[in-house]
């Protein structure tokens, strides 16, 4: 896989020439023999040209990793697939943020009354929305406003016939010929993806694994998210998320059970295509989900979009403690087994531990 000569270095790879010298239980025809050669001549001469060939005499498979792209480029074209690169949703809403706060700069706007919670001496406030456990309710809302971004911002106006509500229509009602030129509001997205999530009954973690294939497919097919497709590339990124994230995933069935007026056809077209766009690329590394989730709440702070937060009651604080004894004992024990394993260094140096910090 991956090489374009391997059919033809051994003969045996390619079934044509498998039954051309099989066939007929006797020797080879010479017809075949001579394009086995031919194979043979063109397959050596590519070799010497790429570079390719193994100095044991053997052809050289080309690993899957040696052809994915140089980490600059995919830093650039894949920020999907990698912690390094900026989320494209962060990029876009930054243009409106700034322009808001010259905005209140300018005409003197005071920020007015301050509703965030602090903590002191005295109080400890949390929110309960962590990178492991995130709040549903917050965290649909700014992955709804990340692709209510997307449709603001967008580049152009790129699509494809599969997402366009126009020729796949999710409800019965007619579209409206001016549907293209009107951009959804936040509420609105935040409806139609709270009610399939609270429907299909969703984790705040699929929310997030949504966003990560929406991009991905952004960036692979080169096309926008728009006011003529937005609901059906959504749909398909919460399907796929649903069925890669979720131990027991929903049918599709099941969601045309939610979306009354959409076939089962028209959903196993549309995962078919969303899979085809990706690539079948459908791995998110735990440092891209971290990178998203963290890029999330930045988008909520800069859209004051805050968290509910609580002060810290006496019952939580002991599960934290528990939880801290719990790391700090596995710590112990990873220290000793250290101690054990440097004692032929003669103690030169010994080993500091340091107290971990609850924040």
Not at 109 to 130: A, M, N
Request: net charge negative; charged share 25%; with cysteine.
């Amino acid at each position: 896989m991956g090489n374009t000569v391997t059919c033809c270095v051994s003969p045996d790879a390619s079934p044509k020439l498998g039954r051309a010298r099989g066939g007929g239980g006797g020797g080879a025809a010479p017809g075949a023999e001579r394009r086995a050669d031919a194979y043979q001549v063109a397959a050596a001469a590519a070799e010497a040209e790429s570079g390719d060939s193994d100095p044991g005499g053997g052809p050289h498979l080309q690993h899957i990793s040696d052809r994915e792209f140089p980490d600059d480029l995919a830093l650039e074209s894949n920020p999907s697939d990698h912690p390094r690169a900026s989320t494209i949703f962060l990029s876009k809403s930054q243009t409106d943020v700034r322009e808001k706060r010259k905005s209140n700069h300018i005409n003197h706007v005071s920020p007015g009354q301050l509703t965030k919670k602090y903590s002191s001496c005295s109080t400890i406030f949390i929110d309960d929305s962590t990178v492991s456990q995130p709040n549903l309710r917050s965290t649909i809302k700014c992955v709804t406003l990340a692709i209510y971004y997307h449709i603001k911002n967008r580049d152009s106006a790129r699509s494809l016939d599969i997402f366009d509500e126009k020729s796949h229509p999710l409800t019965r009602e007619e579209v409206p010929n001016d549907y293209s030129k009107h951009d959804p509001d936040h509420k609105h997205i935040y409806r139609f993806v709270r009610t399939l999530f609270s429907a299909a009954q969703l984790t705040a973690e699929c929310a997030i694994v949504t966003l990560v294939y929406l991009e991905r497919l952004l960036t692979y097919a080169e096309i926008d998210i728009c006011p003529s497709n937005w609901k059906r590339i959504v749909l398909g990124a919460i399907l796929l998320a649903s069925k890669v994230w979720d131990d027991q995933a929903v049918w599709n069935v099941d969601y045309c059970q939610i979306l009354k007026d959409i076939t089962v056809e028209d959903m196993n077209e549309m995962e078919r295509h969303f899979l085809e766009l990706l690539q079948f690329n459908i791995n998110v590394p735990a440092s891209v989900y971290a990178k998203y989730y963290f890029d999330l709440r930045s988008l909520a702070d800069d859209n004051n979009l805050n968290f509910l937060l609580e002060p810290l009651s006496k019952e939580r604080a002991q599960k934290l403690e528990a939880i801290s004894r719990l790391c700090e004992d596995k710590y112990k024990d990873l220290s000793k087994a250290a101690m054990r394993r440097s004692f032929s260094a003669d103690n030169l140096v010994g080993i500091r531990r340091s107290n971990a910090i609850l924040s």
